[in-house]
């Protein structure tokens, strides 16, 4: 059912997130979520505005 | 999700009557997982060394991390052919990194 | 006392504030204090404490690591001197 997808959870549709989370972290899960959410956008906003390319071109490691 | 199923290796086990192991459990999960994301804080904007697969180092200024660290958002990147202004490093191609703090 | 790969938080929690030698691949060897191990990448995050200089943060990837000894036990000291580097404010005062 759960297909493997390149996609961070933070995409996916959020309960199911919350439910891992929660099984995960517990009553800190609430927390952690926060810190991981503010880290993503922050990488979101940088990739958006900088347009970063992949270096090297090609995996060291494959 | 995928990851969710790597970090759950057997770990909670689906009896009853382990209500306290899990509760210690992610307690444990909690405090490692927030001091590494405070790690990744720590670094931004700093010049990071990175040692990666095939004996390649770099140098960096650290930006951001994706939260499955994956990816590093990086800037002014030393490579041994010059310097790239705005970079993506992968995760599975390092080793190792460090910075003074 | 080797880690194992697919260790539990509470096993990892055991390295906390402690001494160890991280083997890494193609022979790389990491000395540090344990601050923390990612529960989601196993990354392992050491810090060492050089004598004239700033401490130094080194993360070992959870891919790369190929064992974790422990060399020496925490204590009390090196524990609070770990966390006051990784809060907000207390590093630059620390380092000054």
Known sequence: TDKRTKAPPLERPGERRNAEMKRLYGEDAPRIQAMETAMQLNFDRNCDRLQPKYWPVIPLKL | ?101 | KKMKKKSKPPEWSAYLSKLVNVSAHNNHQYKGWVFTVDPVSASVVLVTFPEENQPRVQVVLGHAVESVEVVKDGNRGNTSRLASIFSSHGATDLST
């Open chain 2, 1 to 101: 999700s995928t990851r969710f199923i790597a970090l759950c290796p057997t770990s909670i086990p689906a009896s009853a009557g382990e209500g306290v192991g899990l509760e210690e459990e992610q307690r444990c999960r909690s405090e490692l997982r927030e001091r590494f994301l405070r790690t990744l804080i720590k670094m931004t904007n700093k010049p990071v060394n990175f040692d990666m697969y095939e004996g390649v180092q770099v140098q960096a200024k650290f930006g951001a991390s994706d939260i499955d660290v994956l990816n590093f958002q990086v800037s002014e990147l030393q490579t041994p052919i010059g310097v790239q202004k705005e970079a993506l490093l992968r995760c599975q191609d390092m080793i190792s990194f460090s910075f003074d703090v």
